[in-house]
Nanobody, 123 residues
Framework: VQLQASGGGLVQAGDSLRLSCAASGRTFSNLIMGWFRQAPGKNREFVAAVTRSGTSTRYLGSVKGRFTISRDNAKNAVYLQMNSLKPEDTAVYYC?????????????????WGQGTQVTVSS
């Protein structure tokens, strides 16, 4: 599946951003979708994932309550609503697709990746 992420930008602490990821090439509703991020000098880390139906989600502890992942299978899209952004949220954000049956937090379980979108949060 081909993935195209968008929506990043430069914001101030406390602001909100909504990332979008458009998918094409496979049956989107058969895929678990996830968001990961990578800050300079750090490893890529799991941020959030959503099941095929969109009914179950999982989050990185530090974003729980601030970020919301959702999907629209009719539009072949997944979203990451990010509220109350903090400088430590600064990173390149990637959307990814997994053919696994259950929600996964390891990047090795995701076969397809988008190109990434930069999110920069100033203090």
């Amino acid at each position: 599946v081909q993935l195209q992420a968008s929506g990043g930008g430069l914001v101030q602490a406390g602001d909100s951003l909504r990332l979008s990821c458009a998918a094409s090439g496979r049956t989107f509703s058969n895929l678990i979708m996830g968001w990961f991020r990578q800050a300079p000098g750090k490893n890529r880390e799991f941020v959030a994932a959503v099941t095929r139906s969109g009914t179950s989600t999982r989050y990185l502890g530090s974003v729980k309550g601030r970020f919301t992942i959702s999907r629209d299978n009719a539009k072949n899209a997944v979203y990451l609503q990010m509220n109350s952004l903090k400088p430590e949220d600064t990173a390149v954000y990637y959307c990814a697709a997994s053919g696994r049956w259950e929600l996964r937090t390891s990047s090795s379980d995701y076969a397809d990746w988008g190109q990434g979108t930069q999110v920069t949060v100033s203090s």
